[in-house]
């Protein structure tokens, strides 16, 4: 499947229908204790982590482009107890000025990872409709619940 690259606001839509997705999830499994997370090949960062801290955790989340390479390294420079006030403006406002030209990798998945396993819980999520069955191993062995790609997630005709 190829997945587009998506600019920051279609990447923001896609986190807010995740995020209500996943709202669906919790109400259907009110005993459910887990939180998302954006994951691709190794790497992963929390759904709601501020997006510089998303792209320093996970720098795989962005397509390679100029606007990628540049914000990994403000990103580098930006490091409070080695810069002064006036340095980390600037550094913030040249990362928003680069936000525009982002380009995010739509086939990162959004996952759900546990505060607290509950294996019975995790094998009734693995062949739940809300979770994406192509993409969610469906083996008592696994416990990675996917519930979808970030493409997915910007198509999504979920009502905010």
Do not use: C
Not at 8 to 21: D, M, V
Not at 101 to 122: A, C, K, N, T
Not at 135 to 150: C, K, W, Y
Request: charged share 30%.
């Amino acid at each position: 499947m190829n997945h587009p690259r998506l600019n920051l606001n279609p990447f923001q839509e896609a986190l807010a229908a995740a995020n209500r997705h996943f709202a669906e999830i919790r109400k259907k499994y009110p005993t459910l204790r887990a939180y998302l997370v954006l994951s691709l090949r190794g790497g992963q960062t929390k759904l709601d982590n501020e997006l510089v801290d998303s792209i320093r955790e996970f720098p795989s989340l962005l397509r390679d482009n100029t606007a990628k390479t540049k914000t990994l390294e403000l990103i580098k420079k930006l490091k409070p107890k080695e810069s002064t006030k006036p340095e980390q403006i600037q550094l913030k406002a040249e990362l928003k000025d680069l936000a525009k030209d982002l380009e995010f990798d739509g086939s990162v998945q959004v996952e759900l990872r546990f505060h607290d396993l509950d294996y019975d819980l995790v094998w009734k999520l693995q062949s739940d409709e809300l979770v994406d069955q192509a993409l969610t191993p469906l083996t008592r062995a696994s416990i990675n619940i996917v519930l979808g790609t970030l493409s997915t997630f910007e198509k999504s005709d979920l009502e905010p």
